[in-house]
């Protein structure tokens, strides 16, 4: 049988990476992107930051105001988050994965893995040839970094591409795997958080090592027998799962802030309309048009208000779109008296375009 090879490729610290990427000018700098929750300056949390910043000890969800005293003597950039902006990025590059790819799946925002296994006839070197020309394409298109792990199985490349950051490479052959996962910690392995590391701990294992050489018995006798199992199989590098595309999204949206507070209907336009015409990219990207359009606020009191209306059948058409959009938002500002401070346009009920539908039976036919 052939080698399976399955690549998890995993942009780096991508909310501060793209942000970098619109304004060179921060790049030496400690990065910070916020989730502010508006409850005073400094309130909310840390969504990411650069590897400078990561340098002087900032992380992942930790209090803004925190992060703030730990760069308080260094010039620092402090941003929010733009999820429209960072969303952008991500729809294109994932579609670059998925040219990539004999199979693909979308596990998050900045990662994906794909399944290469036919594509690279089962060649380890050939993938890692594959991965350098998706990291340069990534750049060339983007500017931006990523990390990459390629290995026999999905848990093998994830672990991989998170062992060598930022702009790692790790490639895992499958008589490799042993070697590589016995010296990490228990904690690398998906399903072993805190707690069950500390009850592992106290059984004498602390590496995968560890735990491979445990006896399944043992372990189901701990552990139950479905995680028994998967730890045993998980620890010595044996998962089946495949890569498999995930279900169409629900909803295609788009939220950002306005330049300033208005209650003027042409300035909520102007970055509806805007908006209305990036869900359009990607309804035709993925060949699926829309039923159900809803617009969001969130008013100068950061309180978040919604309409909705469902069209009789669904279509794909921007002028729709947008219409639906403003007949809607200009209810909107009748019936409530704020000013509005963040605008966003939401698409729901999807349905696979039939006009792409008959294209691609018609050229099945054909060929
Ligand atoms: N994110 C967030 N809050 C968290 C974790 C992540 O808002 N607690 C967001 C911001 C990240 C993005 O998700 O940029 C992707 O998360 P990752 O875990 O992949 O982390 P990064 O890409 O930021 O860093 P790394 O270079 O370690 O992958
Ligand atoms: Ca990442
Ligand atoms: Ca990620």
């Known amino acids: 049988m052939r080698n399976r090879i ?138 931006l970094t990523c990390s990459v792990g390629i290995g026999p199985n999905k848990p093998i490349a994830k672990i991989a591409a998170d062992i060598k950051k930022p702009d790692g490479l790790t490639v895992v052959r499958p008589e490799q795997t ?36 445990r006896d399944v018995q043992g372990l189901i006798d701990v552990f139950g027998k479905k995680l028994g199992l998967y730890f045993h199989n998980a620890s010595n590098g044996i998962d089946e799962e495949p890569v498999q595309e995930r279900e169409e999204a629900e909803s295609i949206s788009r939220i950002s802030t306005l330049k300033e507070n208005t209650r003027d209907l042409s300035l909520i336009l102007e970055k509806t309309n805007q908006q209305c015409e990036e869900i359009q990219a990607d309804l035709e990207n993925s060949g699926l048009n829309f039923k159900t359009v809803t617009v969001i606020a969130v008013m100068e009191d950061l309180s978040i208000r919604s309409r909705s209306r469902s069209l009789e059948k669904n279509t794909n058409r921007t002028e729709v779109l947008k219409g639906t959009v403003n007949g809607l938002f200009g209810k909107f500002l009748e019936e409530f008296n704020l000013e509005v401070r963040r605008v966003g346009v939401k698409v729901s009920g999807l349905a696979k375009d039939e006009k792409s539908q008959k294209q691609l039976t018609s050229f099945i036919k054909q060929g």
Not at 95 to 124: K, M, P, W
């Open 6 to 143: 399955v690549m998890l490729v995993d942009l780096d610290y991508f909310f501060a990476q793209a942000e970098e990427t619109r304004n060179h000018s921060i790049r030496d700098k400690p990065v910070v992107v916020c989730v502010y929750s508006g409850r005073s300056e400094n309130s909310g949390a840390v969504s990411t930051a650069n590897y400078v910043a990561r340098k002087l000890g900032v992380k992942s969800g930790m209090p803004i105001a925190l992060a703030k005293r730990k760069l308080q003597n260094v010039d620092a950039i402090f941003l929010p988050v733009d999820e429209a902006f960072y969303e952008g990025i991500s729809s294109r590059i994932m579609s670059i994965l998925r040219d990539y790819s004999d199979r693909f799946e979308q596990v998050g925002i900045d990662e994906a893995y794909l399944d290469v296994s036919q594509r690279t006839n089962g060649s380890y070197e050939e993938a890692a040839g594959l991965a350098r020309r998706i990291k340069d394409e990534i750049v060339k298109q983007h500017g």
């Open 178 to 213: 042993v070697e590589f996962l016995s010296p990490l910690p228990v904690e690398r392995l998906i399903g072993v958080g805190v707690k069950t590391a500390e009850k592992m701990r106290a059984l004498g294992v602390a590496t995968i090592g560890n735990l491979a050489k």
